[in-house]
């Protein structure tokens, strides 16, 4: 054995190999660089590799039966029997100058390769083993006249570095990596091989005067496809928020269209982006006024949604809870439809995700809103079981005000502020809750928080206005109507022509019962308004006859399309109206009594012997 070994070192059989091996490795490199660059089919490297590994043990065979000589190639045996000494020496010395050479050429090329990122075959390998989505933030372009932008472009491109990096189940390539190819136009599949990546996101910024356009695009490194894209207009007044919230919205989209993150693998969501963007649009926001026609375009968007996806369980979810709400502001004809549109659509959605957190949502909602309390309240407590309980903190808020317990409603709407003090639509409820909770100071607070962070003016007013009536605060009712005399609420046909008797109170009564008999303000929010007004100029039973009607509708039942404005009565503007014989028999009828006999009394309602109760 050891002549054996002695002979391969003799005949330089392990050179030979020692040097294939580094020539073979440096060519499949170089291979691996020029193929995307000349757009080789992806058949090529493997051949290569294929044929090199076939090479190999041919290397050795001829290794070991023939030597370079200044003559030509010559057999071993043949050379040997001229002149051994001479022959094997001058081999190796040439032997070792190609070793040499070969190791100096991959020395020099793999430091070339640490100083443009990782091969192409590394970062397909790490891919494969890992699973996991890999992706680049390339800087986005500044095409604004101002060069001066690019500072607002970059950091952008942070902003979505930042975001994207703390999805779970994502790599992102770093900064320093991504920002190398800032300014250079390189081919993408090139960038995506050198930064070891699947998938790159860029886009482009363009400002012009107060108007800012943001464009972001995923792309497939590899083929080059469009996987996402879409278009930001803003105007430009906080280019901080404004980074944040598309920076926001790009995460919440890779998050589906890569399939990672919390939102990428929520139950009852979706995989297709398209249908996901349609959903996003259609989501009933506390940004911006909301009335029947912005409904109707946000219940459009979500039936495109499930058009393209039936099986998104939280966009039915979504249509239910729309359809309900714009009950509130439709004509009372198009009640019936919308009811049918909202339950038709939850039962797809419990069909679907019964136990998603926004299907449990929208079927407690559902539930009280149909007067089923108890029912609503044993589905909270199945979603606060399973998901925690500040998941549905917001709903299961609104619901406590429904029943009368404001007090405990702070709780849980304080605890929303402290983790997410920006949440416009918080000051409007958590006002509302310090309000019925007897806390007037924080809640006039909580209005002028409201206020610096831009919540929707009708929403805000419409709550002030409220308060002010029960405060008896003349100028503060003047103020919150002025402010809320041009927008989309329907309670505003109500406020006008109440406001000349604000100063001169005779005849109030009189105007209020013509409006409270006009058809046209049989609206919910109109009716509601009434009974406020009502009870500010001291009319409680025509307060309660406008309560009643919100509630019972035209059919002399508890309507179900209107319960969920239901803390209104709670007001407390309506604390005279409430100590009336009929609200007791107002508040049975809405099963409200069952409710508290089983889940615990309200702040307003309180027992009196085993039977009877009454209101304050």
């Known amino acids: 054995m050891g002549n054996f070994f002695n002979e391969l070192k003799r005949r330089h059989v392990f050179r030979i190999g020692i040097a294939y091996l580094v020539m073979a490795w440096l060519l499949t490199q170089v291979v691996g660089v020029i193929s995307p ?94 699973g996991t989505p890999t992706l680049a933030v390339l800087p986005f372009a500044n095409l604004s006249d101002d060069k001066k932008q690019d500072y607002f472009a970059d950091g952008l491109s942070e902003e979505l570095l930042d975001k994207l990096a703390n999805l779970k189940g994502l790599e992102v390539a770093g900064r320093t990596s991504s920002f190398y190819f800032k300014g250079k136009n390189e081919d993408l599949r090139v960038i995506g091989e050198k930064l070891g990546v699947e998938n790159l996101l860029e886009g482009s910024v363009r400002k012009s005067g107060d108007q800012l356009r943001i464009t972001a695009q995923l792309i497939n490194a590899k083929t080059g496809y469009h996987l996402w894209s879409e278009t930001y207009d803003k105007k430009l007044d906080d280019i901080f928020a404004i980074q944040d919230d598309i920076s926001k919205s790009v995460a919440n989209a890779l998050s589906v269209a890569l399939g990672v993150g919390d939102l990428g693998r929520v139950e009852g969501g ?74 038709e659509a939850l039962e797809r959605a419990q069909a ?59 709780g849980y709407l304080e605890e929303i502020r402290r983790i997410d003090p920006l949440d416009k639509e918080i000051p409007y409820q958590l006002r509302l809750a310090y309000a019925l909770s007897g806390k007037m100071k924080e809640a006039l607070a909580e209005g002028d928080r409201g206020a610096r ?23 503060e009712i003047k103020r919150a109507v002025d402010t809320n005399n041009t927008t989309a609420d329907p309670g505003v046909a109500i406020n006008i022509p109440m406001m000349k008797f604000l100063d001169h109170p005779e005849g109030a009564g009189a105007e209020l019962q013509r409006l409270y008999d006009d058809p046209h303000n049989a609206i919910t929010l109109r009716r509601q308004r009434i009974a406020f007004w009502a009870a500010y100029f001291g009319d409680t039973n025509l307060a309660l006859s406008a309560l009643k009607s919100v509630y019972y509708g035209t059919t002399g039942s508890t309507d179900p399309e209107t319960v969920g404005s239901l803390f209104s009565i709670w007001d407390p503007v309506l604390s005279d109206t409430r100590k009336l014989p009929g609200f007791k028999d107002f508040v049975r009828k809405l099963g409200l009594v069952n409710y508290w006999r089983t889940y615990g009394w309200g702040d307003f309602c309180h027992p009196v012997g085993t039977d009877d109760f009454e209101c304050e």
Request: aromatic residues 8%; charged residues 20%; neutral net charge.
């Open 37 to 130: 660059i000349f757009d080789l089919p992806d058949w090529f490297p493997r051949a290569v590799i294929i044929l090199l590994a076939i090479g190999f043990p041919v290397a050795l065979i001829l290794a070991w039966a023939f030597e370079m000589t200044p003559g030509g190639v010559k057999r071993t045996d043949a050379l040997d029997a001229e002149a051994p000494q001479r022959s094997s020496m001058s081999t190796g010395r040439k032997l070792d100058f190609i070793v040499i050479g070969a190791l100096v050429l991959a020395v020099g090329f793999l430091v070339w390769r640490l100083n443009h990122g990782p091969t192409a075959t590394q970062s397909e390998t790490a891919a494969t083993a890992t």
């Open 270 to 343: 979706t995989r297709n982006v398209e249908a996901y963007d349609a959903y996003l649009k259609g989501q009933l926001s506390f940004d911006a006024d909301i009335s029947i026609s912005s409904l109707r375009g946000e219940i459009d968007s979500l039936e495109r949604a499930v058009d393209l996806d039936p099986s998104y369980a939280l966009a039915w979810a979504a249509i239910a809870r729309a359809a309900r709400y714009a009950i509130l502001f439709d004509d009372p004809a198009n009640r019936a439809d919308l009811l049918k549109k909202s339950q």
């Open 352 to 410: 679907l995700a019964p136990d998603a957190v926004p299907v449990l949502a929208a079927s407690a909602q559902a539930a009280a809103r149909s007067g089923n309390w108890t029912e609503a309240a044993r589905i909270f407590r199945k979603a606060i079981d399973l998901h925690g309980d500040t998941v549905l903190a917001k709903p299961y808020a609104y619901f406590l005000l429904y029943v009368g317990k404001g007090k405990t409603a702070v």
């Open 453 to 475: 962070l831009g919540a929707v003016p009708s929403n805000m007013s419409g709550g002030a206005l409220e308060l002010a009536l029960g405060a008896g605060d003349r100028g």
